[in-house]
């Protein structure tokens, strides 16, 4: 449990200089999905590594402060939307699921203009989801618990390993 | 043997990938054979680093100047800003968790 935080400049320092960075780089990643190894998922992962840093270098509140555990559901869920309702367009458009070359009299373009759109579309939802999804796991699995325990919840004895931890 | 004439470029590449292999060598001995955290830290935080270093180098005076090499000279800073502070929190996160660094036998029994 990351309940304290110790202020350690060279780190702080470090994440700050370095997170624009990693997250243009995920943007990167995202943008050239389909001309070079990547994509929406690698993207979305390695922008969810800049939160995490926030969240490792700062702590939970600062991170928190940033992008909170509601927005990031709704944000992943906006992702899913973008993803599925592409795929939907070209349903309804006459092809088949994600068949992108139906979207080329909506957009205006080409086929090929329009496959490489709608690739860029999906995988920007998928980055969306992917990166919302990772920082909510991360804020369940590390942070500061916010829910109250249940009632019937069992409050183990305290063992030596519990005491195991950063000194005071 | 004496119809091989590398440019120069490449044998000065040649060399610097092979010191970047003698420091990942050393590096992954001190890994294995020191006694705890902080000496295995020592060897592996500086080692690794500057043997990317001089991988990177190497790879860039191999490729030229173009685009890819000026991706690799991105990679190298940020290895190189970004691997001593790993391993400076590391051993601050060890050192705060109280773990004590290995001494000589002879010198504790002194203690």
């Not at chain 1, 906006?78 to 080329?104: Q, W």
Request: net charge positive; glycine share 10%.
């Amino acid at each position: 449990m990351l309940t304290q935080i110790y202020k350690n400049l060279i780190v702080q320092t470090v994440c700050r200089i370095i997170i624009p960075f990693i997250q243009i780089y995920a943007l990167y990643v995202i943008a050239h999905g389909h001309y070079s190894p990547g994509g929406g998922f690698q993207g979305g992962v390695i922008l969810a590594a800049a939160l995490a840093l926030i969240f490792l270098a700062y702590g939970q509140d600062a991170a928190v402060r940033r992008l909170n555990r509601h927005q990031a559901v709704i944000l992943c869920a906006i992702g899913v939307f973008i993803y599925a309702g592409i795929g939907l367009l070209c349903l309804l458009a006459g092809g088949n699921f994600l068949d992108y070359s139906r979207l080329a009299p909506i957009l205006g373009v080409t086929i090929p203009r329009a496959r490489s759109l709608g690739i860029l579309g999906v995988e920007i939802g998928v980055g969306l989801a992917v990166m919302s999804a990772m920082y909510s796991i991360i804020i369940d699995v590390a942070g500061k618990s916010t829910i109250a325990a249940p009632r019937d919840f069992v409050q183990l004895p305290k063992t030596k390993r519990d005491n195991v931890g950063p000194a005071a | 043997m004496s119809n091989i004439n590398l440019p120069f470029h490449d044998i000065c590449a040649i060399i610097l990938i092979l010191g970047g292999l003698f420091f990942f060598f050393t590096s992954t001995v001190g890994l294995l054979r020191f006694p705890d955290l902080y000496t295995r830290m020592h060897a592996t935080g500086k080692g690794d680093t500057l043997a990317v270093l001089l991988i990177i180098s190497g790879a860039i005076l191999h490729h030229g100047l173009n685009l890819d090499s000026a991706k690799l000279l991105l990679i190298s800073v940020f290895i190189s800003i970004a691997n001593p502070t790993g391993t400076h929190a590391i051993g601050r996160a060890a050192y705060r968790c109280g773990i004590k660094p290995w001494l000589k036998k002879d010198v504790s029994k002194v203690k």
